[in-house]
C-alpha cells in the first residue's frame, strides 16, 4: 500500500467508492496496516471492504521482475494473483 498519503488516501477511496457503488473491494495489504487506516468507518464489514493479507512490499527502485520472484507475499502480487485466478476481476494500482 504504496504511494502518496497511503494507506489513508486509499482507504478513504475504497469507502467511498463501496458506498456509492455496488462493488466488493478488496484492499490487499499488511492486515494490521489496513485495519488500522479502516478504524474511522467503524461500517466498514458491511460495506462489502475486504483485507487481503500481503506482508511484503516491492520498493520502487528495486528491479520489478527479480523482486516479484523474491517476494511471492507482495501486494502487487497478490493483487495480481486474485485477478490472476479470478477471484477479483481487476486490480487498481494506487500511484
Known sequence: MGGDHAPSAVVDGAVAASRHLA????????????????ASPPDWH????????????VAMSAPPAATLRRKPRASIRVAADLVAHGTA????PNR
Open 23 to 38: 462493488v466488493q473491494i478488496a484492499l490487499v495489504g499488511p492486515t494490521g496496516i489496513l485495519e488500522g487506516a479502516l
Open 46 to 57: 458491511r460495506l462489502g471492504l475486504e483485507i487481503v493479507e500481503a506482508p511484503e512490499a
Open 89 to 92: 476481476a481487476a486490480s487498481v
